[in-house]
């Protein structure tokens, strides 16, 4: 626009010198070809910028387009996001539209053009085949899967980072096509300011393996968390399993089945025969060795091992009809019933004899008064150091005494708020 397509002094003649150059520029500003098409130049700004071009309707159009896509997205991400909080397949077994087995997907899409316009046009131009890119494959939900997956890791990876310290819990099992497949996840303690701590596990990923060795379940996880940037010497908490697989080596861990009883029985032998384990998890010793939580263990053995016994003698081929004539009020009388009430009276005076040695032991750590006086410190830790076997007396207690010195006086003895404080 400013040269025109014109013989000149600049365009046709070289110079040798700036000195001439710059009298050649002076005599092409004040030229009329100059001047002219610097007015057209600000007219063509000024068009621009107020958008009353020519092509002004075009670029409306294509905001408009650009918008409109902008809110398809949205809704599809919308309802990629629903379907994974629900836990829901996507796909169906056919692809289409309009089609009672096209799966989760589609059919939310169906059900949200009822009542939602933009989804509406967006079916509409499907149909009428005006666009052929729909963004409803299951090529795009997978893609859309994969990167808000890579965006939640991240996060979880951030608060990871936050906490600075967390424990890794892991299991592996067989798919249907008989592929180890290892899950992890990641439990950290968040600390915030709103609402005080609180415990949070996050699920990071589940890893197909080929070999399920400690050593190569090891490998597998210290390579993953160096993908994920995540120090595993931050590490330092084991996962419940684990400790009862270290401590109690004659009982199989067994999962809680719905159906089996004597799996149920099996998973509360467990924990009841061996309750010394709870000490070596400080975490779970609050849990474990509550009050209600070991009657409710007592009680729940006992009944489910009369159900299991019941349930053997049932399946038994030579069981005779005569066992079965009972009513079922009577049978639940004798066989449950009065064994559980019999367990109720006789068990507790043992079970809280067992709280009681617990509390002698960890009792101090519950009483920020006793954690400050330092003749009682020095005995519970002594005591502890004595029953426990792997604990420095005196570094256990200068620890103790200066956490409670540091606590104001307005801090109640409860655990939680000591920790909240923190």
Request: glycine share 4%.
């Amino acid at each position: 626009v400013l040269f025109e397509k014109c013989d000149n002094t600049i365009s046709k003649n070289s110079f040798n010198t700036w000195k001439r150059l710059s009298s050649a520029l002076k005599d092409h500003e004040h030229s009329l070809t100059h001047v002219r098409n610097m007015e057209l130049w600000w007219e063509l700004k000024a068009r621009i910028s107020g958008n009353i071009t020519i092509d002004s309707v075009n670029m409306e159009l294509l905001a408009m387009e650009k918008n409109y896509w902008r809110s398809v997205l949205m809704r599809i991400v919308c309802i990629v996001c629903h379907l994974a909080e629900q836990n829901l397949a996507f796909c169906g077994t056919i692809e289409k539209l309009h089609d009672p087995c096209n799966g989760n997907f589609l059919s939310q899409i169906e059900l949200l053009a009822k009542f939602d316009p933009v989804m509406s046009e967006h079916l509409r131009r499907i149909e009428k085949k005006e666009i052929s890119d729909h963004h409803l494959s299951k090529d795009i939900q997978n893609e859309l899967i994969s990167q808000m997956g890579r965006h939640i890791l991240q996060a979880i990876v951030e608060k990871v980072h936050c906490a600075k310290y967390f424990g890794v819990i892991m299991d592996s099992t067989p798919d249907i096509s008989h592929t180890e497949q290892l899950s992890i996840t990641l439990r950290i303690v968040n600390c915030e300011l709103s609402i005080g701590a609180s415990i949070g596990e996050h699920f990071v990923g589940v890893l197909a393996i080929e070999v399920t060795t400690g050593e190569a379940l090891c490998n597998t996880l210290f390579g993953y968390l160096e993908n994920l940037k995540i120090d595993i010497n931050d590490c330092i908490r084991q996962c419940k399993q684990s400790i009862l697989k270290q401590y109690v080596t004659q009982l199989t861990v067994k999962l809680l089945s719905e159906t089996r009883w004597e799996c149920c029985i099996e998973s509360a032998k467990i924990t009841q025969f061996r309750k010394r384990t709870v000490s070596e998890a400080c975490s779970l010793a609050r849990e474990i060795c509550s009050g209600p939580f070991l009657l409710c263990l007592v009680a729940w053995c006992d009944a489910l091992f009369q159900i299991n016994c019941a349930s053997k003698l049932l399946q038994s081929p030579n069981v005779a009809m005569d066992a079965l004539k009972k009513s079922p009020e009577e049978k639940f009388k004798q066989e449950f019933f009065l064994p559980l009430v019999d367990t109720d009276v006789t068990s507790p005076k043992k079970r809280f004899s067992q709280m009681e040695t617990f509390y002698s032991l960890f009792g101090f750590l519950f009483n920020i008064k006793e954690m400050r006086m330092a003749i009682d410190v020095n005995t519970c830790c002594k005591g502890l150091a004595l029953e426990m076997g792997d604990v420095d007396a005196n570094d256990l207690n200068l620890k103790i005494r200066s956490a409670a010195n540091a606590l104001p006086d307005e801090v109640s003895i409860s655990l939680l708020e000591m920790l909240n404080y923190i």
